[in-house]
């Protein structure tokens, strides 16, 4: 089934239209995004039960953009009615107005040569089996609460098994002179913490699953019960990391982790206008193993951050940002665009629509390749299968990377030996990490249960992946 449209914004869209109109008889260019969005999150545990509605992801909301004379300006409103229409107008143009004129000391205003505002229709919708709504609260923690229980009672040394799961279904309208566009998606996460102890030591085993979808994301999850048990476990038996530069077998999160912290933030071209990332000087040069071939794009895979156009009104693009280890580009939202001079990437995207517009990464994957993961094992002489990304930090001036693994899986004479260590710290230059891939597996997974921040704040949903790959780490 799809995603139906808002009927909320189905009854704004004439008075919408109205607005614009009047707009568009002052201004060169103006714009209107609409928003109605719902999340709701789910949680289950031996310490309770709880649901409640994210206020981060729910809302509905207008932001008005305009472009006149060389400069834009954005006005955000959470209401309108019929007989409102002047009044908002009225604030809009005298708060727009002002602000050319109360630029502070020193700053100067960027002239936009005009705006493309080419011919578009769009109107799209996802697919769902199940919808959570529909299910009801009562039956989804009914669900919840089985696989918890069931994961209590998986071994003794299982203290506890918490489950979540959260869902966000939300319509876009987006309105120009020539666009009409209007797109409806559902999104659902699921997560499983299997909490361990033995004596005074206690460890969690975590597996989470996102999709496109509706509830139908919980039989999935349900399949990872064992596995996070089993991860919980062997963790309690886990010893430190000797430091060291080790070959390596990333599983799909910890690549997917790579993706979106080693080219993913340093490729946002934001920050090319900024002068902030190193990657603006190496468009064109090799900065990864030719088996590396990188994506994003809200329509490289369906996964949650998945869009049919963004927050200006751009369509969804696959953008191939590096090619057989060569940078080809990066991505951007509209004005950085018009900033460089280049075509928009569909990657401008907002937390809400009382918030700009930044570039945002969406679905970032590095391509399968052709290897298997038994023979990418069987080549290590000595190292580590690292699993479970935790958290990444990266530098994009300097291609410094960190990153957080749960575990690592020692590895000798091309066998799992058994033996376990935690935690895992992964540092190194970007362009030495992925020039050091060898091997890549010929399957790739993504997942999404998380956010992406822009500077600790500005959160959006976002997904990354890849297969298997083997490389050489700095582990510690």
Same mark, same amino acid.
């Given at each position: 089934?799809?995603?139906?449209?808002?009927?909320?914004?189905?009854?704004?869209?004439? *008075?919408?239209?109205?607005?614009?109109?009047?707009?568009?008889? +002052?201004? %060169?260019?103006?714009?209107?995004?609409?928003?109605?969005?719902?999340?709701?999150?789910?949680?289950?545990?031996?310490?309770?039960?709880?649901?409640?509605?994210?206020?981060?992801?729910?809302?509905?909301?207008?932001?008005?953009?305009?472009?006149? #004379?060389?400069?834009?300006? %954005?006005?955000?409103?959470?209401? *309108?009615?019929?007989?409102?229409?002047?009044?908002?107008?009225?604030?809009?143009?005298?708060?727009?107005?002002?602000?050319? +004129?109360?630029?502070?000391?020193?700053?100067?205003?960027?002239?936009?040569?005009?705006?493309?505002?080419? +011919?578009?229709?769009?109107?799209?919708?996802?697919?769902?089996?199940?919808?959570?709504?529909?299910?009801?609260?009562?039956?989804?923690?009914?669900?919840?609460?089985?696989?918890?229980?069931?994961?209590?009672?998986?071994?003794?040394?299982?203290?506890?098994?918490?489950?979540?799961?959260?869902?966000?279904?939300?319509?876009?309208?987006?309105?120009?002179?020539?666009?009409?566009?209007? /797109?409806?998606?559902?999104?659902?996460?699921?997560?499983?913490? =299997?909490?361990?102890?033995?004596?005074?030591?206690?460890?969690?085993?975590?597996?989470?699953?996102?999709?496109?979808?509706?509830?139908?994301?919980?039989?999935?999850?349900?399949?990872?019960?064992?596995?996070?048990?089993?991860?919980?476990?062997?963790?309690?038996?886990?010893?430190?990391?000797?430091?060291?530069?080790?070959?390596?077998?990333?599983?799909?999160?910890?690549?997917?982790?790579?993706?979106? %912290?080693?080219?993913?933030?340093?490729?946002?071209?934001?920050?090319?206008?900024?002068?902030?990332?190193?990657?603006?000087?190496?468009?064109?040069?090799?900065? =990864?193993?030719?088996?590396?071939?990188?994506?994003?794009?809200?329509?490289?895979?369906?996964?949650?951050?998945?869009?049919?156009?963004?927050?200006?009104?751009?369509?969804?693009?696959?953008?191939?940002?590096?090619?057989? !280890?060569?940078?080809?580009?990066?991505?951007?939202?509209?004005?950085?665009?018009?900033?460089?001079?280049?075509?928009?990437?569909?990657?401008?995207?907002?937390?809400?629509?009382?918030?700009?517009?930044?570039?945002?990464?969406? #679905?970032?994957?590095?391509?399968?390749?052709?290897?298997?993961?038994?023979?990418?094992? =069987?080549?290590?002489?000595?190292?580590?299968?690292?699993?479970?990304?935790?958290?990444?930090? %990266?530098?994009?001036?300097?291609?410094?990377?960190?990153?957080?693994?749960?575990?690592?899986?020692?590895?000798?004479?091309?066998?799992?030996? !058994?033996?376990?260590?935690?935690?895992?710290?992964?540092?190194?230059?970007?362009?030495?990490?992925?020039?050091?891939?060898?091997?890549?597996?010929? /399957? *790739?997974?993504?997942?999404?249960?998380?956010?992406?921040?822009?500077?600790?704040?500005?959160?959006?949903?976002?997904?990354?992946?890849?297969?298997?790959? +083997?490389?050489?780490?700095?582990?510690?």
């Amino acid at each position: 089934m799809k995603v139906k449209e808002s009927e909320y914004l189905k009854a704004k869209k004439p *008075i919408l239209q109205k607005l614009l109109n009047k707009l568009l008889a +002052k201004y %060169e260019y103006a714009s209107i995004l609409a928003n109605d969005s719902k999340s709701t999150n789910y949680s289950v545990s031996k310490a309770g039960t709880s649901i409640y509605e994210d206020g981060t992801l729910s809302e509905r909301g207008f932001c008005v953009k305009v472009y006149d #004379n060389g400069k834009a300006a %954005e006005y955000s409103f959470n209401a *309108i009615e019929e007989d409102t229409i002047g009044e908002v107008f009225g604030e809009i143009t005298e708060r727009l107005d002002a602000l050319g +004129k109360t630029l502070p000391e020193g700053v100067t205003a960027f002239r936009f040569d005009g705006v493309e505002d080419e +011919k578009l229709f769009i109107n799209e919708s996802t697919e769902y089996a199940v919808d959570p709504e529909e299910k009801g609260d009562n039956d989804i923690i009914d669900l919840l609460t089985r696989i918890s229980e069931k994961g209590r009672a998986f071994d003794e040394k299982i203290i506890d098994c918490h489950v979540a799961f959260s869902y966000q279904k939300y319509s876009k309208m987006f309105l120009s002179k020539n666009k009409d566009l209007t /797109q409806n998606i559902l999104w659902s996460c699921g997560y499983i913490v =299997a909490m361990a102890k033995d004596g005074e030591e206690i460890q969690n085993g975590y597996k989470p699953v996102s999709m496109l979808g509706g509830i139908e994301v919980l039989d999935p999850l349900e399949d990872k019960l064992e596995e996070a048990c089993k991860i919980a476990m062997d963790l309690l038996s886990a010893e430190p990391m000797i430091p060291g530069e080790y070959d390596c077998i990333c599983e799909p999160d910890i690549t997917g982790m790579i993706v979106h %912290e080693a080219f993913g933030h340093g490729v946002e071209m934001d920050m090319f206008v900024k002068d902030r990332a190193q990657a603006k000087d190496f468009i064109g040069k090799q900065v =990864a193993s030719e088996l590396i071939t990188m994506h994003d794009g809200a329509c490289t895979i369906p996964q949650v951050a998945t869009y049919f156009f963004d927050d200006e009104g751009v369509p969804a693009h696959d953008t191939v940002i590096i090619e057989k !280890g060569i940078l080809k580009t990066g991505i951007c939202d509209a004005q950085s665009a018009m900033h460089l001079g280049i075509a928009g990437t569909g990657n401008g995207r907002r937390q809400d629509t009382t918030r700009k517009a930044y570039t945002r990464m969406t #679905n970032t994957i590095f391509e399968a390749g052709t290897s298997k993961v038994e023979d990418m094992i =069987a080549s290590v002489k000595y190292g580590f299968l690292l699993c479970q990304a935790s958290s990444g930090m %990266e530098d994009p001036k300097n291609w410094g990377i960190q990153i957080m693994a749960d575990m690592a899986r020692e590895i000798k004479d091309g066998k799992l030996t !058994g033996k376990v260590f935690s935690p895992i710290v992964m540092t190194g230059y970007v362009p030495d990490l992925l020039k050091s891939i060898s091997m890549i597996s010929d /399957q *790739i997974e993504a997942g999404g249960t998380g956010y992406c921040a822009k500077g600790e704040k500005e959160l959006v949903k976002v997904s990354d992946g890849g297969p298997y790959i +083997k490389a050489r780490i700095r582990l510690g």
